[in-house]
């Protein structure tokens, strides 16, 4: 095991570098000049003399080697330099910004588990009938339907027609209730397709036949050997979205004034903010990979034949 995670987290290091040179390069050969974008934001004239000075301080003129080593040096440093928008560090805006993305990103993916499993599991052991009729409606709708339609569609019914919730903003849990419900249908139709395929499959395999004949008990069966084994790929799918949540709902978050990283990371494409740009994607290159290797470590201690097949496999 802990070798297994010593080479997990030594494949991050050139991953991440590799996030690091792909934003350089973008920026690089993008017509937006950093110096210029820093004075525009600033709301001064951009003078040769400016630009100039600007260029300067900012090392855009410094051999693009030396600019990519600065940029790495100062980003495993969590130093992303300060925000054209607000002259503020960019590390202490997104770390400000943070903890309503995950608020959020929290909050959905309970809700889509608390409802997915039962209804996934369900809808496997009672196949063809009312509930899985019911999920597979569920799961087709919230797969199609746009999320910011849903928004507004949430909002126009429950804010403006029932006046139940409020509209935008963050403050206490009635806030949450829309946006998690926008962002948790898709998440509920994908979990519960997932799982319902799942146990399908597994009750296929001869254990669940060997299991019934030693006389052991229909709901220990399901329970304890179908549902552990085959809520594996529910999992893997909870770690990327996850990581997706958490670098910024961007959408949602726009839909519903919510003031999250993501809502920060749009504003700084529009306002050509670099600094927070660069660490929008070196921060979504981390949690990527960190919710991945989270559920490759639960993946492991679920089922230990991962670790054995690692192994024939080299």
Request: glycine share 6%.
């Amino acid at each position: 095991m802990i070798s297994y995670i010593g080479r997990r987290l030594l494949a991050i290091v050139p991953i991440i570098l590799f996030a690091i040179l792909i934003t350089f390069v973008l920026i690089q050969v993008s017509p937006v000049d950093p110096a210029e974008a820093y004075l525009t934001a600033a709301h001064i004239h951009p003078t040769e003399e400016l630009l100039a000075e600007k260029r300067h301080e900012f090392g855009l003129d410094q051999p693009l080697l030396v600019q990519y080593g600065r940029t790495v040096v100062k980003m495993a440093q969590l130093d992303f330099g300060k925000s054209y928008m607000t002259n503020e560090p960019v590390w202490e805006d997104v770390v400000s910004k943070m903890p309503a993305t995950v608020q959020l990103a929290v909050s959905s993916i309970l809700f889509a588990m608390l409802v997915s499993i039962p209804l996934g599991f369900l809808s496997a052991i009672y196949k063809n009938s009312p509930i899985d009729h019911f999920s597979r409606g569920l799961s087709y709708f919230g797969a199609s339907i746009p999320q910011f339609w849903l928004g507004y569609l949430l909002m126009f019914f429950f804010a403006v027609k029932l006046d139940l919730l409020p509209v935008e903003g963050k403050g206490s849990w009635e806030n949450l209730v829309l946006p998690t419900l926008t962002l948790s249908l898709a998440l509920i139709a994908i979990y519960t397709r997932l799982l319902r395929a799942s146990v399908l499959e597994q009750l296929q395999e001869s254990y669940v036949l060997y299991a019934k004949t030693r006389g052991i008990k229909q709901r220990i069966i399901m329970v304890k050997h179908v549902l552990k084994i085959a809520i594996s790929p529910v999992i893997t799918g909870l770690g990327m979205n996850f990581g997706k949540l958490l670098t910024g709902t961007i959408i949602v978050e726009q839909v519903f004034s919510w003031p999250g990283f993501g809502r920060y990371f749009v504003d700084a494409i529009f306002n050509r903010d670099i600094p927070v740009i660069q660490c929008y994607v070196f921060l979504a290159a981390c949690l990527f990979i960190i919710c991945n290797l989270i559920v490759d470590l639960v993946q492991l201690y679920m089922d230990p034949r991962i670790s054995l097949k690692g192994r024939t496999d080299q």
